[in-house]
């Protein structure tokens, strides 16, 4: 029973994210453009009286588009190639467990680590993999990375 309301907990999970994942970026990106489009005819066009009533709503909608959208890629691309950089460095600067394992690793490499060390990253590593139900990725052996230091620190050795 136990394994049943899981895959139904997790069944139910993934559903509330598609829901708010089409919500939220295409259903309200269309509903909130379309209300854009409507907002800026009713205050630029319709109220107007320069125009008058002159640009009907499907003329207005068609030159609008054929200005709006290529600004907006523009704009967009603009932000892709110089902000994206800035916004990934400030989530870098503030996540904590991307520094962490690159710190492990440094030392590791550097042959720095502890058992210890080694053996509560293999298990945190491991317990993220069984979380997202990635066994098949997990460490075989719990000793894989202090049997491949010792077999360094003895290459190492050797070459003195």
């Known amino acids: 029973m136990s394994r049943y309301l899981k895959i139904n907990q997790r069944f139910i999970r993934r559903r509330w994210l598609d829901f708010r994942n089409g919500h939220s970026i295409y259903l309200i990106f269309v509903l909130t453009f379309s209300n854009f489009i409507l907002i ?38 603009w932000h892709r190639k110089h902000q994206y950089s800035v916004e990934n460095e400030a989530l870098i600067n503030q996540n904590w467990v991307w520094a962490w394992i690159m710190q492990y690793q440094i030392r590791l490499i550097k042959s720095k680590t502890t058992r210890k060390e080694d053996e509560f990253v293999l298990k945190y590593l491991n317990d993220i993999l069984k979380r997202t139900n990635k066994t098949e990725l997990m460490a075989k052996d719990d000793d894989l990375i202090g049997s491949a230091k010792d077999e360094n620190k003895v290459d190492d050795n050797n070459l003195k």
């Open 40 to 77: 800026a005819y009713n205050f630029a066009i319709k109220e107007n009286p320069v125009f008058g009533g002159a640009i009907s709503l499907p003329i207005f909608v068609i030159l609008f588009a054929l200005v709006y959208i290529p600004v907006s890629m523009l704009i967009g691309y």
